[in-house]
C-alpha cells in the first residue's frame, strides 16, 4: 500500500511522508499510503489515533506539517479546501440552517465561476435528492428533518458536485443501529452506482469492514496495518490489529521457538503453544513478547469426555461454561479454562444441533488447530 | 415581608416619576404641576416646534450615522478577534469590556480633551498647507465629533453582542461552505453574514438608542450643534412644560421600542440554533 515515489496512475489519493503535528503532539506522523481509484477506502482506529486530522489533511482544513498529499497525481500543498476537488460529509451534517435543502444541496453548484442556469440547477438537485431517495423535500427546511433525513441531504449537497474522493467523517455515528444498518448497504449501493472513491473514517471497525474494500487501521498517528477487511481480519500482523478487528481469543507468552512459518511459545506457567506467524508481521526473535491469536469461530467446543481427535483440533482443553448466549445462527460461549483464562467460543447451529449444546456450569472440552492460531508480536 | 415591601417601594421610586411624564404629557393644562384634562395638544406643539425639530434632525443624524459606523466596525473587529490567540485576545477582550464600564463623563471629557488637542494641531498645519487663497477649512466641534465619539462609545456593544454569536455559530459550517468550492468572500456573505445578522442588528438599534439618548458625550464635544436630550436640557432650565413631558414621552417609546426588537431578534436567534442542534 504504500508508494513513495511516483505516483500511482490509478490512485486518487497518495500521502507521501505526511505528518501534522499540533505543539508537540503529533497527530500524524509520517504516513505515506495510496487509495486506488473507485474503491472505498477507511481509516479505522479509536479515536486520537489521527483518523480525522489525515481526512481533514485531504480535504485541506490542514496543512501537512512535513510530507505532500497528492489528490488525482496533483500536488495539494498551499491549496486551500475551496480549491480541492474533493466533498466532504461532516459528522455534525453541517447542513446551512438557513436554507432549504434544495438551497443547500445547489451550494456547491452555485459557487462555480460557471454557474449553471436556474433549470438546470433545479433539475440537478431533483435528480440529487432522488438518489438519495429524498424527492419533493427540496422546499423542506433543514431542522425539520430526522437525523437520517438530514444525512441523505448532506450525502446529495457533496455527490451533486461530483468530486473525484468523497470524504465521510464518522457519517454515522449519530444514528440508530437500525437506521446505521441501511445506510451502510446504502453507501456500499451509491459508491459503485457513481464511481467516486469514497473516504471513510470511523471507530466502527463493523462499519469499516462491512463497507470498505480497503482498511487503513491507524494508532498515535501511524498506520498499523493496511489492507483488504479480509486480509486484516485473517492476517493480522499484530496484537493490536486481530484486538481491533472482530473479537479474538489472545493468550500471553514469549517466543520459545522457530520453524519456518511455526512458532512456539509459553506461557508464565509453562505450558507451549504452537501458532502461525502471518503474512507481513515483523521478524519474531526467540524470546519475544507475543500472543498466541484464535478467533472465537476457529475454536472447537465438545463435552467433557471428548478430546482432540474428536474434535478434531490440535489441542484440547477442559474448561466450564460460564455465559452462554443465543444468537440464532451461532451461539456464543464464555468458557473458563485454566490453563488460559476466558475463553469465547462462536459455535455454528450445525455443531450446536448435534451436540445439543451447553449451559452454564458444565464441564466442556475446547479446542483449535495450531494452523489457525496466529502467532502476534504484542503492541 | 419588609423586603417585599421594600422592593415595593424601590420600584415604586423607578416607575413613578417616569409614570408622572407620561401621564402629564398629555394635561391640557398650561403647568406641569396641576392635571387638568386629557389631551394631545402638547405633542402638536412639540413636533410644530422649529428648535426641537431642529434637534430631533440632528440627534437622528447622529444616531443613525454612529449606529451605521460601529455596526460595521464592530462587526469587523468581532470578526477579526475571533481569529485572535492567546494573551493578545485576552487583552483586546478586556478593553472591550472596560470601555463599555467606562463612565460617560470620563468618555466626554477625554474626546473633548481629544479633539480639541488634534484641532489645535492639525488647524494651523491645514492653514499652512492650503493652496488657493480662499480660507483654509477649519476643524472644529459639531456633528462629526459627536458621531466620532458615539461610535467609539457604541461599537464595544456590537462587538460584544457579535462576538457572542459567532462564539455560538457551529464552526463547521464554515469549513462546509470551504469545502463546497466558496471563496473566502463568498462564504462571509452567504454563511458567515447571515449567521450573525441578528446579532449585528440588535447591535445597532442598540447603538442608535445609546446614542439617541445620550446627552454628557453629546453635551461635552457637540459643540455649538444641539441634540434633542440637549435642547430637553436647556429648555427645563426655563421650567417644565407639558411640552417637555410629551418629548420626553415620545423619547422614551422610541427608545423602548429599539431596545425590544433587539432583544427579541437575539432572543429568537438563541432559540433557533439551539433547536438546531
Redesign the interface.
Known amino acids: 500500500m504504500t508508494a513513495n515515489s511516483a505516483h500511482l496512475q490509478d490512485a486518487d489519493i497518495e500521502f507521501h511522508g505526511v505528518s501534522k503535528h499540533f505543539g508537540d503532539v503529533k497527530a500524524v506522523d509520517n504516513v505515506s499510503l495510496s487509495v486506488a481509484r473507485g474503491s472505498f477506502f477507511s481509516f479505522l482506529g479509536p479515536s486520537g489515533c489521527g483518523k480525522t486530522t489525515s481526512l481533514r489533511l485531504i480535504a485541506g482544513f490542514e496543512q501537512p506539517t512535513h510530507g505532500d498529499v497528492y489528490i488525482g497525481g496533483e500536488a495539494m500543498i498551499g491549496v486551500p479546501p475551496h480549491k480541492r476537488p474533493v466533498n466532504m460529509v461532516f459528522q455534525s451534517y453541517a447542513l446551512f440552517p438557513h436554507m432549504s435543502v434544495a438551497d443547500n444541496i445547489g451550494y456547491g453548484l452555485r459557487q462555480r465561476s460557471s454557474k449553471p442556469s436556474k433549470t438546470e440547477l433545479r433539475k440537478q438537485i431533483d435528480e440529487s435528492l432522488e438518489m438519495v431517495r429524498m424527492s419533493g423535500y427540496g422546499n423542506r427546511r433543514v431542522w425539520e428533518m430526522s437525523g437520517g433525513q438530514q444525512q441523505r441531504v448532506a450525502l446529495a449537497r457533496a455527490l451533486i458536485n461530483r468530486p473525484t474522493v468523497l470524504l465521510l467523517d464518522e457519517p454515522l455515528a449519530a444514528l440508530d443501529r437500525k437506521l446505521r444498518r441501511d445506510m451502510q448497504i446504502e453507501l456500499q449501493t451509491l459508491q459503485r452506482d457513481v464511481g467516486i472513491t469514497f473516504i471513510l473514517v470511523t471507530h466502527d471497525q463493523e462499519e469499516a469492514l462491512s463497507m470498505s474494500s480497503n482498511i487503513c487501521i491507524m494508532r498515535d498517528g501511524r498506520i498499523e496495518q493496511s489492507g483488504s477487511p479480509r486480509e486484516l481480519y485473517d492476517q493480522p500482523i499484530n496484537r493490536y490489529v486481530a484486538d481491533f478487528v472482530g473479537k479474538t481469543n489472545f493468550v500471553a507468552g514469549s517466543v520459545t521457538q522457530i520453524n519456518g512459518q511455526t512458532v512456539c511459545m509459553k506461557t508464565g506457567n509453562g505450558r507451549s503453544f504452537f501458532g502461525m506467524k502471518t503474512a507481513g508481521s515483523p521478524e519474531l526473535d526467540v524470546g519475544a513478547r507475543v500472543s498466541l491469536a484464535i478467533r472465537p469461530e476457529l475454536t472447537v467446543v465438545g463435552s467433557k469426555a471428548s478430546n482432540a481427535e474428536d474434535l478434531n483440533t490440535d489441542t484440547a482443553f477442559q474448561g466450564k461454561i460460564r455465559n452462554q448466549i443465543f444468537l440464532g445462527e451461532h451461539t456464543e460461549y464464555l468458557i473458563d479454562v485454566e490453563e488460559i483464562g476466558d475463553v469465547l467460543v462462536l459455535s455454528p447451529k450445525s455443531i450446536e444441533s448435534a451436540s445439543g449444546g451447553f449451559d452454564p456450569g458444565e464441564y466442556v472440552t475446547i479446542g483449535w488447530k495450531n494452523d489457525q492460531a496466529h502467532v502476534l508480536k504484542d503492541s | 415581608m419588609v423586603m417585599r415591601v421594600y422592593s415595593f417601594v424601590v420600584y415604586l421610586f423607578l416607575y413613578v416619576p417616569i409614570g408622572i411624564i407620561v401621564l402629564f404629557s398629555f394635561n391640557s393644562g398650561r403647568h406641569a404641576s396641576e392635571f387638568v384634562g386629557l389631551s394631545s395638544k402638547w405633542y402638536g406643539k412639540a413636533l410644530s416646534n422649529p428648535f426641537m425639530m431642529d434637534a430631533l434632525t440632528s440627534s437622528l443624524i447622529i444616531a443613525f450615522s454612529a449606529a451605521t459606523l460601529s455596526s460595521i466596525m464592530g462587526t469587523t473587529a468581532a470578526l477579526a478577534l475571533q481569529r485572535m490567540r492567546g494573551p493578545v485576545r485576552v487583552i483586546f477582550d478586556g478593553l472591550i469590556y472596560i470601555s463599555i464600564m467606562i463612565p460617560g463623563i470620563v468618555i466626554g471629557i477625554a474626546t473633548l480633551v481629544a479633539l480639541v488637542t488634534v484641532f489645535d494641531i492639525l488647524n494651523p498645519v491645514l492653514a499652512a498647507i492650503w493652496p488657493d487663497d480662499n480660507r483654509p477649512p477649519k476643524l472644529s466641534l459639531g456633528y462629526i465629533s459627536v458621531i466620532a465619539a458615539h461610535t467609539l462609545f457604541t461599537m464595544s456593544l456590537v462587538i460584544v453582542l457579535v462576538r457572542a454569536r459567532i462564539t455560538g455559530m457551529?464552526r463547521?459550517?464554515i469549513?462546509?461552505?470551504?469545502?463546497?468550492?466558496?471563496?473566502?468572500w463568498?462564504?462571509f456573505c452567504?454563511?458567515t453574514l447571515?449567521?450573525i445578522s441578528p446579532a449585528i442588528l440588535a447591535g445597532f438599534l442598540l447603538s442608535f438608542t445609546f446614542s439617541f439618548d445620550d446627552f454628557i458625550i453629546s453635551f461635552f464635544v457637540a459643540g455649538a450643534n444641539t441634540t434633542l436630550p440637549i435642547y430637553i436640557f436647556s429648555s427645563i432650565r426655563r421650567g417644565i412644560t407639558p411640552e417637555v413631558n410629551a418629548i420626553g414621552t415620545m423619547v422614551l417609546v422610541v427608545s423602548l421600542t429599539l431596545l425590544i426588537i433587539a432583544q427579541v431578534l437575539l432572543r429568537s436567534r438563541e432559540n433557533?440554533?439551539s433547536?438546531?442542534n
Open positions: 457551529d463547521t459550517l469549513e462546509a461552505s470551504q469545502d463546497l468550492y466558496a471563496t473566502p463568498q462564504t452567504q454563511i447571515p449567521q433557533k440554533s433547536r438546531d
